[in-house]
């Protein structure tokens, strides 16, 4: 398997919001979600009420999406994080916040983090 090559504008209108996948295009009128307004999927999307579990998945996602971990990272880290006995979300989104990629795309060597992460396995930083 390996990590999501798919359309990155998707991901963001799946989630609702812009996620900066693109870098600096998603600040201009390219951007997909200024094209398209919609969500992606056959059907469109039914007005009803949203569940606190929904809310809790698109916020799951929404950090999965932005920092490029696959499920399987995901669960692993948390599954680590819970012998700890810690509050979970902080700790895990400061181990997100610490890794290389993240900081090279913080530092701004690269336009986004698709980008430093690219650089960071070429050896570049």
Request: proline share 2%.
């Amino acid at each position: 398997m390996g990590r999501y090559t798919g359309p990155a504008c998707r991901l963001c209108r799946r989630v609702g919001e812009k996620l900066m996948l693109k870098g600096t295009r998603c600040a201009t009128l390219k951007c997909g979600m200024e094209k398209k307004t919609k969500s992606s999927g056959q059907r469109p999307a039914r007005r009803r009420k949203v569940s606190d579990y929904e809310l809790r998945l698109r916020e799951k996602q929404k950090a999965r999406f932005t920092y490029g971990v696959k499920e399987q990272q995901f669960r692993l880290s948390l599954k680590r994080l819970r012998r700890l006995r810690v509050c979970l979300v902080i700790i895990w989104l400061y181990c997100l916040k610490r890794r290389l990629d993240n900081v090279a795309y913080r530092l701004g060597f690269a336009e986004s983090r698709n980008q430093a992460r690219q650089m960071v396995q070429h050896g570049h930083v």
